[in-house]
């Protein structure tokens, strides 16, 4: 069982940035693939990054791509959204997931277990 609590979120103008984190409980944290997904009103949930259980492989949405960046510090449990340029559009509540299949695929049917999410608001 794995527990993940985001924090990191607020309210940022256009053009800012913002970094999110997600700890996770649990001595196998090493050993999953983590996911970031967002859902913004009246939308359904989409898949924003996710980065493999080793590491070589990351995956970003069309619309984040040289925007954010996602990373992990086994060491702190903790996996990273580094958002940079947001943009009006960008905002939404930002869950992580971890899938313990270890790939890190860009579908949430993959994860077996999710954080409460942040909210992130970007203003124009």
């Known amino acids: 069982q794995v527990q993940l609590v985001e924090s990191g979120g607020g309210l940022v103008q256009a053009g800012g940035s913002l970094r999110l984190s997600c700890a996770a409980s649990g001595r196998t944290f090493s050993t999953y693939a983590m996911g970031w997904f967002r859902q913004a009103p009246g939308k359904e949930r989409e898949f924003v990054a996710a980065?493999?259980?080793?590491?070589?492989?990351?995956y970003y949405a069309d619309s984040v791509k040289g925007r954010f960046t996602i990373s992990k510090d086994n060491a702190k449990n903790t996996v990273y959204l580094q958002m940079n340029s947001l943009k009006p559009e960008d905002t939404a509540v930002y869950y992580c997931a971890a899938d313990r299949g270890g790939l890190g695929a860009p579908n949430e049917y993959e994860y077996d277990y999710w954080g409460q999410g942040t909210q992130v608001t970007v203003s124009s």
């Open positions: 980065r493999s259980r080793s590491g070589i492989n990351t």
